[in-house]
């Protein structure tokens, strides 16, 4: 599947700053003209956070707003209609600017372990406490993404779409680091197999497209990703750490392609774009892999999704990725 899918030099995370679906859509398409992807706006409030935007594609599961965070209901309410309308209104806004565009498009979720670490059960305490719950969420969720990449298809038809999954709880969840309601204690450790057998069921649902895996947290299980069978792996390069690179080398030589977030998240003095991707080169050469396949493995994105940053910032950062991504390609040395 990755062997033959060229992905372009830089795209963003998925999340952007302020209220406006036009405008993130205008900023999405004209900065990555070659790899856009579809805005998420949480300043919009309930139901535009990623929790809430994806629990809105859940399929025969609803979720609804309660004072610690959102719990699954047994029926759509008016929070569920709120996160369908505002996706609704996403959609429009990037078919508008995806006029006859051919090319990769990025679409983006909350993975399911993620959901399940965020998702609250009658009881108040989280999915993840319910072996049974987990499943019943990953299938709701799988056939839900299996339905929102047909939509997206079918309004820009000439797209190839690439699926990413948030995943920032994912390691928490491994860990047994997740804590319980009371916040006294903490969830118990799930499974390794489980994790990549549930998480390998979700990437199954884009038949034969990429699917990318996101987390800004540190110690990404780069191995078990790869396994569940996904084409990229998207992190927080600042929060890498040299335990990390013989998974990285393996990933690249593997043909897992890396999205590595350089440029930071929230407002910051942007560098150089040279001066950005300085840590890439300096990886590579650690890894003793051949710089001139550094554009052909790395995609530049911002470290995390961009709802905190100001507006300025935001286009700042996306400029600043593309740039940095051509001085990549340029001079890999």
């Keep these: 599947m990755n062997d033959t899918l060229h992905f372009p030099p830089a795209t963003g995370i998925g999340s952007l700053p302020g209220t406006d679906a036009r405008e993130a859509a ?26 809430g935007r994806t629990a809105g594609l859940l399929v025969e599961l609803y979720a609804r707003v309660v004072p610690s965070g959102w719990r699954i209901g047994d029926r759509p309410g008016r929070d569920t209609r709120r996160a369908r309308s505002w996706l609704g209104e996403d959609l429009d806004a990037l078919e508008e600017f995806t006029q006859g565009y051919e090319g990769l498009l990025k679409v983006q979720a909350v993975g399911p372990w993620t959901l399940a670490a965020a998702l609250e059960l009658k009881n108040g305490e989280a999915a993840l406490s319910d ?12 056939e839900g993404l299996r339905l929102h990449l047909e939509e997206v298809r079918r309004r820009v038809p000439g797209a190839r779409l690439v699926l990413q999954l948030d995943e920032p709880s994912l390691t928490a969840v491994l860990r047994g680091q997740v804590k319980t309601a009371s916040g006294y ?28 895996v996101h987390s800004c947290a540190p110690d990404v299980p780069f191995a078990l990703l790869r396994r569940a ?46 001066g950005s991707v300085m840590g890439v080169r300096t990886l590579w050469r650690r890894l003793g892999l051949r710089p001139g396949l ?33 001085s990549l390609a340029d001079n890999p040395e």
């Design 26 to 51: 205008k900023a999405a398409t004209g900065s990555f003209e070659d790899f856009p992807h579809l805005p998420e706006l949480p300043a919009r409030g309930p139901g535009a956070d990623m929790i």
């Design 131 to 142: 072996p049974g719950a987990c499943r019943d969420l990953a299938a709701s969720l799988a």
């Design 185 to 212: 204690r903490t969830h118990r450790a799930v499974d390794r197999q489980t994790v990549e057998g549930t998480l390998r069921d979700v990437v199954g649902v884009h038949d034969g497209g990429p699917v990318v």
């Design 229 to 274: 069978g996904v084409a990229g792996i998207s992190f927080d390069f600042s929060l890498l750490t040299e335990r990390d690179d013989e998974a990285i080398g393996e990933a690249v030589e593997g043909g897992t392609r890396l999205f590595a977030g350089v440029v930071p998240g929230a407002d910051a003095p942007l560098s150089d774009p040279a």
């Design 294 to 326: 550094l554009p052909e493995a790395v995609t530049v994105t911002p470290a995390c999704g961009l709802a905190g940053a100001s507006p300025g910032y935001a286009r700042s950062a996306y400029a600043h990725c593309v740039r940095a991504a051509r």
